[in-house]
Nanobody
Framework: QVQVVESGGGLVQPGGSLRLSCQASGFDVGFYAVGWFRQGAGQYRERVAC???????HYADSVQGRFTINRDNAKKTIYLQMNDLKPEDTDVYYCAVDQAWRRCPLPPNAMDHWGAGTLVTVSP
């Protein structure tokens, strides 16, 4: 029953902004940690941002100060506000949750539930 579905990706110019949404079902958004990842080039997906069950947040160094994660528990939605986007941010972005994890950061190699991803392209 646990499911997450991403949306909000698209084409944007450098310096622009996008807001990604992660629509969740089958679990308590306000209890478990939920993370945003991107595909990257390594063996595992790359951590981007995370919000814990206690509301604490964690960001990758590469997006610190530019991206903000928050959630709306009533709507069961987790958002990733992306500002000052750079070409290096181009990637497929995923939302993920695991019912064994309630704190950030989350392990990209051990998440049980992933969305299908949404593509973000930053280009002139």
């Amino acid at each position: 029953q646990v499911q997450v579905v991403e949306s909000g990706g698209g084409l944007v110019q450098p310096g622009g902004s996008l807001r990604l949404s992660c629509q969740a079902s089958g679990f308590d958004v306000g209890f478990y940690a939920v993370g945003w990842f991107r595909q990257g080039a390594g063996q595992y997906r790359e951590r981007v941002a995370c919000i814990g069950g206690d509301g604490s947040t964690h960001y990758a160094d590469s997006v610190q100060g530019r991206f903000t994660i928050n959630r709306d528990n009533a709507k069961k939605t987790i958002y990733l506000q992306m500002n000052d986007l750079k070409p290096e941010d181009t990637d497929v972005y995923y939302c993920a949750v695991d019912q064994a994890w309630r704190r950030c950061p989350l392990p990209p190699n051990a998440m049980d539930h992933w969305g299908a991803g949404t593509l973000v392209t930053v280009s002139p």
